[in-house]
């Protein structure tokens, strides 16, 4: 499970750094995505990721945070259907709205996002020493 953790950290950091520097392909994915196929796809993903981060938890640096992002992502894959298109949309053009500099922020945060599952998840037996 810590290595399917560390693929979503991943994902999740490429994405984010695709959306810092061409925000455009972002905005194409999510345009396609709001689609009734498409919000089930992402429903599924959401729970999906839940799973993952929720059973890495014990094998990563922080195991109550992971537990408790990994429950907040399962539930919102879970409510995800019941959004609607429509809403769906208003919520998308409302983070579009402010231009491309609050999308490279919004990117940045996914960059941060993944960094930390990445960290969290990467190496958890190595101590450093310390001087005596």
Known sequence: MKSLALLVGLLILVLGLVGAVRPGVLVTIGQRSVTPAGLYVVAALRVIIGLVLFGA??????????????????VAGLTTP???????RAIMNWMLAPGLVVMRLWALLAVAIGSFIIYAVVSTGVRMRTAR
């Not at 014990?58 to 907040?72: H, Y």
């Not at 019941?82 to 769906?88: M, N, P, S, T």
């Open 57 to 74: 938890s014990s094998a990563s640096r922080m195991p109550r945070t992971f537990r408790v992002v990994g429950i907040v992502v399962f």
């Open 82 to 88: 019941f959004l609607g298109v429509e809403r769906a």
